[in-house]
């Protein structure tokens, strides 16, 4: 059976450990993310700083829709919380130029969205 593309991949928090560092939903503190996936913290999301990302835990996806972003027109979805439903970001799905496709298949996080939680 081939997964939902609606969906992210889900893996079972009881198989991470819980010394990691993580970012988590701020609203309902679900871990998002580990913080080994982190690509780059020079992004900007639609609330200021954002984390782009190889990969996210715990997050659905939301319609696909072109976006006019500052690098350009791009296919993204909408990234949230698996649990509370919360906004966190954006998956890129497709870039518009080859200089772009770092990004596809990546999401972004926003910073003011998730906790950086260090555990250790």
């Not at 679900?30 to 020079?42: R, Y």
């Amino acid at each position: 059976m081939s997964p939902d593309p609606t969906t992210c991949a889900r893996q079972d928090l009881h198989y991470l450990p819980s010394d990691l560092p993580v970012f988590s939903c701020k609203e309902c503190g679900l871990v998002i993310a580990l913080q080994d996936e982190l690509c780059s913290k020079g992004f900007t999301g639609g609330s200021g700083k954002a984390f782009l990302m190889n990969s996210t835990v715990n997050t659905n996806l939301g319609k696909q829709d072109e976006r006019r972003l500052l690098t350009g027109k791009h296919t993204c979805a909408d990234l949230l919380c698996a649990s509370c439903g919360s906004s966190l970001g954006w998956k890129y799905i497709k870039t518009p130029t080859a200089e772009q496709k770092y990004k596809e298949n990546r999401f972004i996080l926003e910073q003011a969205k998730v906790v950086k939680e260090n555990n250790w």
